[in-house]
């Protein structure tokens, strides 16, 4: 079905657009912000780069129906990078595995197949999935925007496109 595709595509070039425009992001950071909290209760801007740059490999462990420990493990091993360099990497890489599992699935699986993650007792179409990926990595580079603007960056509208 072509119309499945055509949103299938729209969908994975946002996710993109979003992790273009992140890791264009990421790059502005200066080190000596890192430690940067918005608040107590809040991610630092360390942590929530981290968070953000694992969002396309984390979310595709969970639709994949892995388990809470292989997800932790990967999230143990994000944080081992240290540089923004491989953060960048990491994400980009995220992003072609999302791709690359989407694109390779049937029509039917992506709006049938349900998979259900190791913290809801629930499943989610495939579909779905790709929309929460979409919108979760979003959130926190809003979230990083944010906290840039905050710190004084020179970031505006125009660095989300």
Same mark, same amino acid.
Request: no cysteine; aromatic share 8%.
């Given at each position: 079905?072509?119309?499945?595709?055509?949103?299938?595509?729209? !969908?994975?070039? #946002? &996710?993109?657009?979003?992790?273009?425009?992140?890791? +264009?992001?990421?790059?502005?950071?200066?080190?000596?912000?890192?430690? /940067?909290?918005?608040?107590?209760? =809040?991610?630092?801007?360390? #942590? *929530?780069? !981290?968070?953000?740059?694992?969002?396309?490999?984390?979310?595709? *462990?969970? &639709?994949?129906?892995?388990?809470?420990?292989?997800?932790?493990? &990967?999230?143990?091993?994000?944080?081992?990078?240290?540089?923004?360099?491989?953060?960048?990497?990491? =994400?980009? +890489?995220?992003?072609?595995?999302?791709?690359? /599992?989407? #694109?390779? =699935?049937?029509?039917?699986?992506?709006?049938?197949?349900?998979?259900?993650?190791? /913290?809801?007792?629930?499943?989610?179409?495939?579909?779905?999935? *790709?929309?929460?990926?979409?919108?979760?990595?979003?959130?926190?580079?809003?979230?990083?925007?944010? /906290? !840039?603007?905050?710190?004084?960056?020179?970031?505006?509208?125009?660095? !989300?496109?």
């Amino acid at each position: 079905m072509q119309g499945i595709n055509e949103l299938k595509e729209m !969908l994975l070039e #946002e &996710l993109e657009l979003i992790v273009r425009t992140s890791t +264009n992001l990421i790059g502005k950071i200066s080190p000596n912000h890192l430690d /940067y909290r918005p608040r107590e209760n =809040m991610r630092s801007l360390h #942590e *929530l780069v !981290l968070h953000l740059v694992s969002v396309p490999s984390t979310d595709l *462990l969970i &639709l994949q129906e892995k388990s809470e420990e292989e997800v932790r493990e &990967l999230e143990a091993e994000v944080a081992s990078d240290h540089e923004p360099e491989q953060w960048i990497v990491r =994400m980009k +890489n995220g992003l072609q595995d999302v791709r690359s /599992y989407m #694109e390779q =699935m049937p029509d039917e699986e992506f709006l049938q197949k349900k998979t259900k993650p190791f /913290y809801l007792d629930h499943g989610t179409v495939q579909a779905k999935w *790709l929309i929460e990926i979409v919108t979760h990595a979003q959130h926190h580079r809003a979230q990083l925007f944010n /906290y !840039l603007k905050e710190q004084g960056y020179d970031v505006n509208m125009f660095n !989300l496109y």
